[in-house]
């Protein structure tokens, strides 16, 4: 499996970002799907996942996350954003055949190259 992050960039407090996971490989679709963040000098932190049934939860009630396995893609919409958001966001794959939701960075194989996302104030 292979992702790829993109729709990073730099927003105004209280806009708005959707990021996308692009993945590849057949067993996309059936990935249990995570985003993480990492800000300067923190550890990576879970933000939210999916799973291939679409099951979804996020830490943040100001984030969802969906996926279109039809694109093979999965997204991570953040509104109301905060300059404490401000970091680069990663997406990864636990791996096929694993259908359970995980917040360790450490329990999923595949990983996106990130996208950065600042939000100023």
């Known amino acids: 499996v292979q992702l790829q992050a993109s729709g990073g960039g730099l927003v105004q407090a209280g806009g708005s970002l959707r990021l996308s996971c692009a993945g590849s490989?057949?067993?996309?679709?059936?990935?249990?799907v995570g985003w993480f963040s990492q800000a300067p000098g923190k550890e990576r932190e879970f933000v939210g996942a999916?799973?291939?049934?679409g099951g979804a939860t996020t830490v943040s009630g100001r984030f969802s996350i969906s996926r279109d396995n039809a694109k093979n893609t999965v997204y991570l919409q953040m509104n109301s954003l905060k300059p404490e958001d401000t970091a680069v966001y990663y997406c990864?794959?636990?791996?096929?055949?694993?259908?359970?939701?995980?917040?360790?960075?450490?329990?999923?194989?595949?990983w996106g190259q990130g996208t950065q996302v600042t939000v100023s104030s």
């Open positions: 990864a794959a636990r791996g096929s055949g694993v259908t359970v939701i995980a917040r360790s960075p450490r329990q999923y194989l595949y």
């Open positions: 490989g057949r067993t996309f679709s059936n990935n249990v």
């Open positions: 999916v799973s291939g049934n």
